[in-house]
């Protein structure tokens, strides 16, 4: 069973594709044929992909994360050998900078059961989380101007900036005053939390899926949101799972 999905940014015939019970799987053709990649097996394996992530500058340095229920593993050769790495706990996403290996930057975070983690440039002991550690990190996303992350766990919706975590509308009026089940959030392609405006409101747009609620926008950094939809009610039985915007 597909548990994770992940095309190279700047390689784009590339796929990797994890699985419930059979590793890493790589494709070179777009899905054409399939190969194993790291612990990839036809067997069953005692661990689940939980996330993959190739970095930026893929074609260059064919540098690949994986992210499975018992750690962090790394590849350095497109996903043909993967080593384990800190953190050791569940890994459920795993976000690059968007300028990673690329002038110095080599940032990402790793969501993790036991919080959200930031590993840097800088060699050393193993970070702390960048969250409380009861904190269970499903989804992050990192703006290309935004001197921050934005993460889900189960209390809501997080943004973390230097030194500081901050808890935005949780139990808000837009979500029917209860706690919001996030599937997956999008900023908007020029999102900037430090600017009051750049091309109208957008510098301060992003959007949630909420999973049985549906998708909300905001254009105020969180503050405020409304249904993208317009639609009283969500359609019954319908569950968002994951989102999308244009990057233009």
């Known amino acids: 069973m597909p548990t994770a999905l992940h095309v190279a940014v ?3 015939s590339v796929v990797f594709l994890g699985t419930l019970t059979h590793g890493l799987w790589v494709s070179q053709d777009v899905g054409g044929s399939w ?4 612990d990839g097996s036809t067997q069953t394996q005692a661990f689940s992909v939980g996330a ?3 970095c930026p500058n893929f074609s260059n340095d064919y540098e690949v994360w994986e992210g499975r229920s018992d750690g962090l593993r790394l590849s350095f050769d497109g996903g043909t050998t993967c080593a384990p790495d800190f953190p050791y706990s569940s890994v459920q996403f795993i976000a690059f900078s968007p300028g990673y290996h690329r002038g110095g930057d080599c940032d990402a975070f790793v969501g993790t059961n036991t ?3 930031l590993r840097t440039c800088n060699p050393g002991p193993p ?3 960048v969250t409380p550690p009861a904190v269970t990190v499903s989804t992050v996303a990192i ?5 921050g992350v934005w993460a889900v766990d189960g ?3 997080l943004r973390n900036t230097i030194g500081h975590v901050q808890l935005q509308y949780n139990g808000s009026g837009a979500f029917n005053n209860t706690t919001p089940n996030i599937a997956a959030i999008c900023l908007d392609p020029v999102f900037d939390a430090s600017k009051t405006s750049e091309c109208g409101n957008d510098a301060q747009t992003l959007f949630v899926a ?4 549906g998708v909300f926008k905001s254009t105020d950094n969180g503050n405020s949101w409304t249904k993208v939809d317009y639609n009283s009610t969500w359609p019954a039985g319908v569950m968002v799972n994951d989102l999308a915007i244009s990057p233009k």
Do not use: I, M, N, R
């Open 10 to 12: 700047d390689k784009d």
């Open 35 to 38: 190969s194993a990649a790291c």
């Open 52 to 54: 993959v992530a190739a």
């Open 115 to 117: 919080g959200l983690y």
């Open 127 to 129: 970070p702390e989380p």
């Open 143 to 147: 703006g290309p101007k935004e001197p």
């Open 155 to 157: 209390g809501g919706l």
């Open 210 to 213: 909420e999973k049985t609620l």
